[in-house]
Nanobody, 119 residues
Framework: VQLVESGGGLVQPGGSLRLSCAASGFTFSSYAMRWYRQAPGKERELVAGINGDTGSTYHAESAKGRFTIFRDNAKNTVYLQMNSLKPEDTAVYYC?????????????WGQGTQVTVSS
């Protein structure tokens, strides 16, 4: 099983980034996918999630209106479109797979991609 994130980098406040997470080794469409982030000195937090079949989504309050999670099951890829980025969005972003959107267990994790929002 592999989850490989890409698309992170340095961006100015107000800018945009699109993170991608390419999955392999499991039945991608059967899993809910999530994006988490962890800033230095802080706990990992759930940013957004999306169901495998219905496409139902969840976005944390900090992400609502700025971030959008979506997936392409044909490409085994989940994305996180991030707009209007703020310095407080700076973190390592991880994608993860779980059986359902509300499952308490996360089955697979990616290695993370750094997002830095700074002028």
């Amino acid at each position: 099983v592999q989850l490989v994130e890409s698309g992170g980098g340095l961006v100015q406040p107000g800018g945009s980034l699109r993170l991608s997470c390419a999955a392999s080794g499991f039945t991608f469409s059967s899993y809910a996918m999530r994006w988490y982030r962890q800033a230095p000195g802080k706990e990992r937090e759930l940013v957004a999630g999306i169901n495998g079949d219905t496409g139902s989504t969840y976005h944390a309050e900090s992400a609502k209106g700025r971030f959008t999670i979506f997936r392409d099951n044909a490409k085994n890829t989940v994305y996180l479109q991030m707009n209007s980025l703020k310095p407080e969005d700076t973190a390592v972003y991880y994608c993860a797979a779980a059986k359902t959107l509300v499952s308490t267990i996360t089955d697979y994790w990616g290695q993370g991609t750094q997002v830095t929002v700074s002028s």
